[in-house]
């Protein structure tokens, strides 16, 4: 594990060096806490709760609810599913060109004629592309809810950002899809030749849970606890089977032999 820390911290430092890269990823991070404020406090003015549609299903914790709270209920909930999906969209590009770049850089051979364990490099390289992601699900849930005192009432903050539903989804949820996703990429950058090839893949990753966003604003779904700490419990065990899938077709002898050939 200590090995896959060192390149946990050289793919992290990589990162920062690429302010491109930061931008892509800040700009994403800035809007939806934005969104999320924005909303707050639009569904907080006068006479805005008459224009928004009826609350079909409310958490017992809003019994008694005025129609301001039930108004920014309905305008945070889409958020829960916006915070899981971007993460899994933004480390996609750091994750597909985790190894295909360095095999276009030549950067890939030094590193694998380290002792290092196939396991160790894919698990730090994966890591340094989840981060990321992670941060944005929890900085904008966090700035939410520290402006959000200011912006509603407690009971409304109880019964999305800080209810056992969305605690659950950002805590566990987030970071497992994200793990996931990035699994996926690694597995699928080993195997290509190029990072356009990998990203243009890649982003087809995301198809379903832009799916399930619009299935959810629509008002034709929606998720309770025991759903998310199901996903969760699957998409773990799916991330973990992609890491041993991944050492498995990772071959760094036929990498070594293929990209000194094509010097």
């Known amino acids: 594990m200590t090995s896959a820390w060192v390149v946990f911290e050289k793919e992290l430092k990589d990162v920062l060096r690429r302010p491109g890269l930061i931008g892509t990823m800040g700009v994403p991070l800035v809007l939806l806490t934005l969104l999320a404020l924005l909303a707050l406090y639009a569904a907080g003015l006068e006479g805005a709760a008459s224009q928004m549609p009826p609350v079909r299903l409310r958490p017992e914790s809003l019994a008694g609810a005025s129609p301001v709270e039930l108004a920014q209920y309905a305008a945070l909930s889409p958020f829960f599913l916006m915070w899981l999906i971007f993460p899994v969209t933004i480390p996609s590009a750091l994750a597909a060109y985790s190894i295909v770049g360095e095999k276009e850089e030549g950067t890939l051979e030094p590193l694998l004629a380290t002792p290092i364990s196939t396991a160790e490099l894919l698990l730090g390289k994966a890591l340094a592309a989840a981060l990321p992601g992670v941060a944005l699900v929890w900085v904008p849930w966090l700035v939410t809810l520290a402006v959000g005192y200011a912006l509603t009432t407690p009971r409304v903050l109880a019964a999305t950002l800080l209810s ?62 025991s759903a998310v700490l199901g996903a969760f419990g699957f998409v773990m065990a799916g991330g973990l089977a992609a890491l041993a899938i991944a050492v498995r077709l990772f071959q760094r002898e036929a990498i070594l032999v293929r990209w000194k050939q094509s010097r």
């Not at 990035?182 to 597995?187: E, G, N, R, T």
């Not at 699928?188 to 379903?208: E, F, H, K, W």
């Open 164 to 225: 056992p539903l969305w605690l659950s989804g950002m805590i566990l949820l987030a970071p497992a899809m994200t793990f996931f996703t990035v699994m996926l990429l690694v597995i699928l950058s080993s195997r290509v030749n190029d990072v356009r090839t990998a990203n243009q893949i890649g982003g087809t990753l995301i198809v379903p849970l832009i799916v399930l966003f619009v299935s959810q604003v629509g008002g034709g779904l929606s998720f309770g606890l």
